[in-house]
């Protein structure tokens, strides 16, 4: 039986992600069986940036390399791997380029240069743990969502605080341009912005700040590759919608991105590319999110 909400699974990630964090996390996820388009550059109207990126044959992706489960890179591996990158692969795979090729540029992506990267056409796309909100599609393109997540707090394992009335007034770290530090100065925390989130992950662990708070998806990951030192508290207290950014200068992608998606949450692709990843911990796939209608 399959959950209509994918905090139902969230609980159970820890162990999925604490496979995927070992010595080589990208290269052992085998993810979903990606299959590319051959004839795509054909079925895409000229003018279109789909059909510049087909027959150009290449393309620019920015994932996050620091949130197992989502999109996480160590050091040995070639490509990063979790659900993003999986999502990632699908919409690679339907431009006809090959998405374990080196055609594709995995650029790291942290939430302060989303919107930059996609407005100086660093990156092509961005799948970066990427929650939809109005400001932000003020200057970029998001579609979506394609995942749903909620908020959360982390603490040491041997703290006393059980979630985020205990946290009122006390410094909470996320990384810098996240809406994370947003819902965290709206619930009576202290927000403290750091670039990445495992120099957040320190800050807890050394006690420079009382917990952190992101997506419970992020943090279980985290959790797991600090098993016994950290843990995640209370109930979620926001709902992430979790999209795909593009350049405003293109909005014809956001069809293209939001019936690409459809299309294989219909044809059991998505399934299979959370089973690849956030779901190997044996939980129930949730139900996908319904996409947003794009602007006419």
């Known amino acids: 039986m399959r959950h209509t909400k994918i905090k139902l699974v969230v609980a159970s990630l820890a162990l999925a992600v604490t496979a995927a964090c070992g010595g080589n996390a990208g290269s052992d996820d085998e993810g979903a069986d990606v299959k590319v388009d051959e004839n795509a550059a054909s079925s895409f109207d000229d003018g279109t940036y ?5 027959d150009k044959g290449t393309i ?116 810098t341009g996240s809406t994370s530090l947003e819902n965290v100065k709206a619930e009576g925390m202290k927000p403290v912005g750091f670039d990445t989130y495992s120099e957040c992950v320190e800050k807890v662990l050394d006690g420079t700040v009382e917990a952190m708070s992101t997506d419970g998806t992020i943090l279980l990951g985290y959790a797991a590759q600090n098993e016994g030192e950290l843990k995640v508290v209370g109930d979620e207290f926001s709902e992430e919608r979790i999209g795909v950014g593009y350049s405003k200068d293109h909005p014809e992608m956001c069809q ?34 319904e996409m947003d209608a794009c602007a006419s």
């Open 256 to 289: 293209w991105i939001t019936d690409t998606i459809k299309k294989a949450q219909d044809d059991g692709d998505w399934d299979k590319a959370f089973e690849a990843t956030l779901g190997k911990s044996g939980a129930d796939t949730p139900e996908p999110p």
């Open 50 to 54: 789909m059909k510049e990126l087909a």
């Open 60 to 175: 620019n992706v920015g994932v996050k390399y620091d949130q197992p489960g989502l999109g996480f890179k160590g050091a040995a591996d070639d490509v990063p791997s979790g659900f993003d990158v999986e999502m990632a692969k699908i919409l690679v795979a339907s431009l006809g380029i090959d998405p374990d090729s080196d055609k594709v540029k995995w650029v790291e992506t942290v939430s302060d240069n989303r919107e930059p990267f996609l407005q100086s056409n660093k990156v092509d796309l961005v799948l970066a743990s990427y929650s939809i909100t109005d400001d932000r599609r003020k200057v970029v393109g998001q579609a979506g969502p394609y995942l749903t997540t909620g908020q959360q707090v982390m603490v040491k394992n041997d703290s006393d605080i059980t979630g985020v009335a205990d946290l009122k007034g006390k410094e909470v770290c996320s990384v």
